[in-house]
């Protein structure tokens, strides 16, 4: 069950950071490689005997590999380590042998996701409560068995779990033990306990402090009650940190996001810091000193004279507010007055964006928006959206005056465009929403400064009441005499009396996989460079679509919707409603009651109703049912095809009831 923050971001719709996923995640593929490679080293010294000093050596290299490995493990459990799923299978099993050798890949599996369902509930429902009982004295012990103890919690349930799980459980038991009882009867004890015994000891307690105690330890929150502040993380040293502990430092922005690749998590907590920070999330630095939301904003502010990617200078300056401009009923855009003396500090690239801060009711608000004014043009403005509870939008939407001043950063961000006077290309951008501020200045610098090319702009809003920019984009199409067209897709159709130019078609409708398909029987898109700004779930179908015409990767830019003040549509989220569940599964029949902010899934395992499941993320569909009574929402989708979703089929971890009565068959 959700917390009523959350419940709040379902219905308003905040959006999951999730970019895409490629086949095959190559640094977790690096690091089993890298382990290997360190395993076979080490190996080779301890079975050498080459001395007394190496073998002391090879010790903390395989607890090295312990850590690794159980990183490739976690990934391949929660779908990250690649959009294949057999890719996950194979490095997930492979990865287990040097972890745990005597456990299955399922159970691993299954154990870790009761462990994201009830964090921070008592051991019987969260395993890896293990780690935090007990004395002081006795933690490292605890850390050191944590294994051990999934077996004691996992017995019990074996007679309910899949036949085929417990198959493979006990042959990989057997085995193994086969094997061990071979090594030691053939004199090679000696080395099964310095290869891999002693090292796995060593590196299970590594993990219990620090995928398990150190995120996790002293918090009353559980998943249930508030997923926000059931994990922390940890904050300074992070050059250090971020490669030492392989970015689980961040281990919040992993339990909020699980399917989101471990090397990504720094990515995804700037981009979403502020929403995190307004939900609370519990903050220590790297040698423990917890810090409160307001605290770490002031330790932020300090370090944020300097680029958290590179020591460049990014001072914040005070501009003053030139001109503020109703785009939309609820957005508006930003002008700001640049000082001579501050012109080149504030020369950006197209897509570039700003962060830019404000004291709001004593407290320092900051928030990241892009620049959506030409290159070179000499004037920076941005935009910005009301949010719902959103602190700078509904400052900046309410009270905001010319005049004013705002402590604003220099340019920065990837991405951007290059405009060459001398090159002759298509750009073809997807934008959604707000997703317009960066691409309007990438699309309209390049036209500006590059005569031979052309652009096409698809741009999903509800109507033509909420597009933002509506009016400069018109006066675009006719500044660049056909060189600019686009095509905007309207998700409510039916209140849209919006007509059709010369260069700006309007379809009622969605922007799909299909309407993409469509576009693409266009040769000049098929070649053409992209630019994508948007809802993870729109553009994961783009480069779902430019995937199957094998457009270049490095002709591809994406830029991640997730700032909390840049949402996603309302009204691709319908309002969500308690609701009596009524679930078929194994040819049985039970009925359940929902709040309606629980997913269908939890509700159902909440009643004691086994279903199967696996990523929780709505990308495996493990969880699939088909809905024969009622409505629910679908928040995320990964796994089923239009004509699935049309039959009446689910991911039941990603729905929630929007009717008062809902029943749901996983037997279908």
Known sequence: MLSEDESRAIRRGVPHPRVPMPAVALPTLGVFLGALALWVGATWLVLANVSSWWLLLTIPVHAAVTFLMFTVLHESAHLAAGRIRWVNEVLGRLSMMFVVAWASFPILRFIHIEHHRNTNEDRL???DAWSELGPSWLLPLRWMTQDLYYFRFYTPLMPRRPRAEVAEQLAVFLAVAIAFAALVVTGHGWQLLVIYLIPQRLGIGVLGWWFDWLPHHELEATAKSNRFQATRIRVGWERVMNPLMLYQNYHLVHHIHPTIPFYRYVQVWRRTESDFLDRGAPIATAWGSELSPAEYRAWRRITENFDRDADLPRRLHRLRVAEVRRLTSDSVSITFEVPSELRETF???PGQNVTVATDIDGETVQRNYSICTVAGSGVLRVAVRLAEQGRFSTHANTRLAVGDELEVTPPSGQFTLTPDPHTRRHLAAVAAGSGITPVISILASALAAEPGSRATLLYANRDTGSTMFADELAMLTRQFEGRLKIVHYHSRADADRATSTEHEDIVAG???????????????LQDAEWFLCG???LLDDVQTVLDEHDTPTRQVHRELFVAPDDQLDENDLADVVPA???VTSGGEKTQLHSEGTASILETVLDGGVDVPYLCTGGICGTC??????GTVHMQQNYALSDDEIEAGNVLTCQS???SPDVAVDYDR
Do not use: E, G, K
Not at 624 to 629: G, L, M, P, V, W
């Open 580 to 582: 009596t569940v009524t």
């Open 535 to 537: 809802p993870s779930a």
């Open 347 to 349: 020369r950006f690239a």
């Open 510 to 524: 969605r922007l799909n996989a299909d309407r993409l398909r469509a576009h693409l029987r266009d040769a000049r």
């Open 624 to 629: 699939r049912a088909t809905i024969t009574n």
């Open 125 to 127: 429902a969260d395993p």
């Open 656 to 658: 929630r009831p929007t």
